[in-house]
T-cell receptor
Framework: GAGVSQSPSNKVTEKGKDVELRCDPI?????LYWYRQSLGQGLEFLIY????????KSGLPSDRFSAERTGGSVSTLTIQRTQQEDSAVYLC?????????????FGPGTRLLVL | AQRVTQPEKLLSVFKGAPVELKCNYS??????LFWYVQYSRQRLQLLLR??SRESIKGFTADLNKGETSFHLKKPFAQEEDSAMYYC???????????FGTGTRLLVSP
């Protein structure tokens, strides 16, 4: 079956504009994660959705970042009033039930460049 | 706080040489430890996890709780092993992964 997909693959925007990044998890996976991969910083957790539970937003770096997951499937990460330091690769992952021992399956990422 | 440290940004070896990618963690509980790999122009994928005690593509990793380490080893490196390797941990109570900064392995012919 299809893996995790993300769109767009690349996004160039101007400082101050809002952007939306989309993630389609693997069908049947109840857990969905967003990470950010910045140059030299490794991967940084942003937010986690599990079923109908309240999301774990502890990794969001500021209130300009938000995410939602509709119908337990597709997720959208929104960055408002983008800043240059938001430039990074944004990765989405999903897992079957969100247990710690489970494999997380990653999408190809969205490369965001804020000019 | 949970933390994963990969001290080497780049590890360069010749084909056939042994490889050890270092990973140390700090965590007070009993974490789950993983190695993820990203080959050129491919997405990040799981290589192995400590709970499975498996060997994947000739790689093994042993969890040493005394030294809080989870080093990745392979006795004979191959050119196709060249990739970015990330060590990660997951708290049994929290499903998010905490990643190290990664080590780029370059295997030369």
């Amino acid at each position: 079956g299809a893996g995790v997909s993300q769109s767009p693959s690349n996004k160039v925007t101007e400082k101050g504009k809002d952007v939306e990044l989309r993630c389609d998890p693997i069908s049947g996976h109840t857990a969905l994660y967003w990470y950010r991969q910045s140059l030299g910083q490794g991967l940084e957790f942003l937010i986690y959705f599990q079923g109908n539970s309240a999301p774990d937003k502890s990794g969001l770096p500021s209130d300009r970042f938000s995410a939602e997951r509709t119908g337990g499937s597709v997720s959208t990460l929104t960055i408002q009033r983008t800043q240059q330091e938001d430039s990074a690769v944004y990765l989405c992952a999903s897992s079957f039930r969100g247990r710690a021992i489970e494999t997380q399956y990653f999408g190809p990422g969205t490369r965001l460049l804020v000019l | 706080a949970q933390r994963v440290t990969q001290p080497e940004k780049l590890l360069s070896v010749f084909k056939g040489a042994p490889v050890e990618l270092k990973c140390n963690y700090s965590y007070s509980g009993s974490p789950e430890l993983f190695w993820y790999v990203q080959y050129s122009r491919q997405r990040l994928q799981l290589l192995l996890r400590h709970i499975s005690r498996e060997s994947i593509k000739g790689f093994t990793a042993d969890l040493n709780k005394g030294e809080t380490s989870f080093h990745l080893k392979k006795p004979f490196a191959q050119e196709e092993d060249s990739a970015m390797y990330y060590c990660a941990l997951s708290d049994t109570g929290f499903q998010k992964l905490v990643f190290g900064t990664g080590t780029r392995l370059l295997v030369s012919p």
